[in-house]
């Protein structure tokens, strides 16, 4: 379980609550659960707001802010993500970013995440592939990548009938058996939480329902979502079911601490806001 910054954590719960807004007190106090000062959660929140990535709601009050918006709504989609695939037909997604610039270092970090949410990986210099299995094949691809942040001048296309050598190595982009593992442990992993939870304080529940929580959905967002036989699809299926079982729970614990609180805000802890540059290292 990877600890918050008081930056991640105050996007998390902006992201979260069903109002979409906290008053900085919230915020505050769902951060001091990690044991981050009230003084780093405001110098945060005047470099969020600098940075666009939040903005003020009212008195005292904060929302995302418009930089925020595109990649929130792209990362809460994280509950159907099995609806964006198909059968797969031996076909690949190609996207070739070589005349792109380097120099641009907001660009770069953009165009890193937009492949890494998609799954893409490098085959040669400048050219990115992935299995063509998502819904709605390279055009809708396309579209969520520009979304992303990928500049619009990348050829994004469908790529067939690759040379034997240039296949192989496609497919061995991704350590399936690797990922397929990392499902399966992680799902036990929130199984066996869930057998002693009842057996926590609440706010020690609720922490380590949003540690875990955080780590699994950030797992199924940046997941390739690979077909078979590049990876156990079942397996990836039981974690989904495992993650959604425990927001469910973690929602429920946070707001019960809430309402201790005298809050009536609705936070789910578990839908994490991927504040990073690109994804994390990963099989």
């Not at 993500?81 to 970090?109: D, F, K, Q």
């Not at 990348?154 to 240039?166: K, P, S």
């Not at 809050?263 to 540059?277: E, L």
Request: aromatic share 6%; with cysteine; proline share 4%.
């Amino acid at each position: 379980m990877v600890t918050p910054t008081a930056r991640s954590l105050i996007l998390n719960l902006l992201l979260a609550s069903e109002e979409r807004r906290q008053s900085a007190r919230e915020l505050v106090a769902g951060c001091a659960l990690f044991a981050i000062r009230e003084n780093s959660v405001r110098v945060a929140l005047v470099r969020l707001t600098a940075d666009g990535l939040v903005e003020l709601a009212g008195r005292g009050a904060y929302r995302l802010g418009p930089r925020a918006a595109v990649l929130a709504s792209d990362v809460a989609t994280w509950r159907t993500a099995e609806e964006r695939v198909r059968a797969w037909n031996g076909g690949w997604i190609a996207v070739h970013v070589g005349p792109l610039g380097r120099s641009n270092r907001v660009a770069l970090r953009s165009r890193d995440r937009a492949l890494s949410m998609l799954g893409l990986r490098e085959l040669d210099r400048g050219l990115y592939v992935r299995p063509d299995n998502l819904a709605g094949g390279v055009a809708h691809a396309r579209m969520r990548l520009f979304k992303l942040g990928l500049d619009e001048s990348a050829a994004v296309f469908a790529a067939h009938d690759l040379d034997a050598e240039r296949e192989a190595r496609a497919r061995r982009l991704w350590d399936g058996d690797a990922l397929s593992q990392t499902y399966r442990s992680t799902r036990r992993e929130l199984e066996q939480w869930r057998c002693r939870a009842d057996s926590l304080d609440a706010e020690t529940a609720a922490r380590e329902a949003y540690l875990l929580g955080n780590d699994a959905i950030r797992l199924l967002v940046f997941d390739p979502l690979l077909p078979e036989p590049l990876v156990d699809v079942n397996e990836r299926r039981a974690l989904a079911a495992a993650v959604r079982i425990h927001d469910q729970i973690g929602r429920a614990l946070w707001q019960r601490l809430r309402l201790a609180r005298g809050s009536r805000d609705t936070v789910d802890p578990s839908g994490p806001f991927i504040d990073t540059h690109t994804a994390p290292t990963r099989p």
